[in-house]
């Protein structure tokens, strides 16, 4: 295998990376690199015997240090923090979801599959909830089309979008 950056030298370090936070769904990324590319991209990959004892010894504080700060962040209203919820698996009041929101999005990911509520809404019957998924569909079709000066679109999709505002919940 030859190396992804150079394309000179045979591959001798393979970087698997895991990215979680920005992701759809955290699939592993996988780069093949020569060691001369692997040096200079500055990742922690060389030997143990040529890293030697006290450059791991800095790697790992460095890791426990980026763990402690993560853990630091805490909830103004309730004071949890983040090590807490992840030890407890709860957050502590409604705030904790704005307060750790970069946290718990791939989480939601990773359990429902989905980000977007699908399903039933309190209070709304299927007819009101097919409603509503037609009128956000349809303002995006509008601001679609009057971006793209579209504007014949746009009076087309304006007059529909009033009439099914203005119209009560059909049935299917």
């Given at each position: 295998?030859?190396?992804?950056?150079?394309?000179?030298?045979?591959?001798?370090?393979?970087?698997?990376?895991?990215?979680?936070?920005?992701?759809?769904?955290?699939?592993?990324?996988?780069?093949?690199?020569?060691?001369?590319?692997?040096?200079?991209?500055?990742?922690?990959?060389?030997?143990?015997?040529?890293?030697?004892?006290v450059?791991?010894?800095k790697l790992?504080?460095?890791?426990?240090?980026?763990?402690?700060?993560?853990?630091?962040?805490?909830c103004?209203?309730?004071?949890?923090?983040?090590?807490e919820?992840?030890?407890?698996?709860?957050?502590?009041?409604?705030?904790?979801?704005?307060?750790?929101?970069?946290?718990?999005d791939?989480?939601?990911?990773r359990?429902?599959?989905?980000?977007?509520?699908?399903?039933?809404?309190?209070?709304?019957?299927?007819?009101?909830?097919?409603?509503?998924?037609?009128?956000?569909?349809?303002?995006?079709?509008?601001?679609?089309?009057?971006?793209?000066?579209?504007?014949?679109?746009?009076?087309?999709l304006?007059?529909?979008?009033?009439?099914?505002?203005?119209?009560p919940?059909?049935?299917?």
């Amino acid at each position: 295998m030859i190396c992804q950056i150079c394309s000179k030298n045979p591959a001798t370090v393979h970087i698997t990376e895991i990215a979680l936070e920005g992701t759809e769904s955290g699939t592993p990324s996988q780069k093949h690199v020569c060691e001369t590319c692997a040096q200079m991209t500055n990742l922690p990959h060389m030997p143990v015997a040529q890293k030697g004892m006290v450059n791991i010894w800095k790697l790992l504080q460095q890791s426990a240090q980026k763990a402690r700060q993560e853990g630091g962040l805490a909830c103004p209203d309730c004071g949890m923090t983040l090590a807490e919820f992840r030890s407890k698996g709860r957050l502590g009041c409604p705030r904790d979801y704005e307060v750790f929101q970069q946290h718990l999005d791939p989480l939601i990911h990773r359990i429902h599959n989905s980000i977007q509520h699908e399903g039933r809404l309190p209070g709304l019957g299927e007819d009101q909830l097919h409603q509503m998924h037609q009128i956000t569909t349809l303002r995006a079709q509008l601001e679609e089309a009057i971006r793209e000066e579209a504007y014949e679109d746009a009076a087309r999709l304006r007059d529909e979008l009033q009439d099914l505002e203005q119209a009560p919940p059909q049935s299917k």
